[in-house]
């Protein structure tokens, strides 16, 4: 029997302040609140034979601010949410770390975003087509995350995050989530 898996194009989806709202450092699962339209806008991308992959910098846990364990329950309530609307995600990766400088366009850490690691190991291990995925996020480390890992695109959502001129200043800017998506059906619908 042969266990070659298809390989399929994801969208890395950035946590706090895209899928759910921003809460700061979320310690709790009553902390969670869904981005509106996000479950609505994941189903779309499902629909569309996207997976859908959480990437997430949870430098809480690295600054001491929150534990592993508060970290993994405020996730384990998103996927929670996301699966009772009908909105799977297919997988979570995360990276405590916390961060030397205020410089959101450095890479620090292989794994902390803007560095590509995280998307690398879901390619791997989840046989995804990187030149066929996108990124959204609310910070221009989630947009070169995207570019440094050879996604397609990388879209910025939003408008909390206004970028300075610079490295990823140059990303497509979107209302929401749910604006970002929008987009990428009209392409994938043309193609
Ligand atoms: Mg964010």
New binding site residues.
Partial sequence: MTTSKKIRPAVFL?????LIE?RGYPSRADQVALVRGAAAAVRRLRALGFGCVVVTNQSGVGRGLITLEQMHAVNAEMLRQFQEAGAPLDGLYYCTAAPLSDDKTVIEHSDRKPGPGMLLRAAKEMHLDLARSWTI???VS?VLAGRNAGCRESLLVGSAHPLPHGRGSDALVFDDLSAAVDYIASLAIAA
């Fill in positions: 950035d946590r706090d302040g895209t921003e996020g609310d910070s989630d």
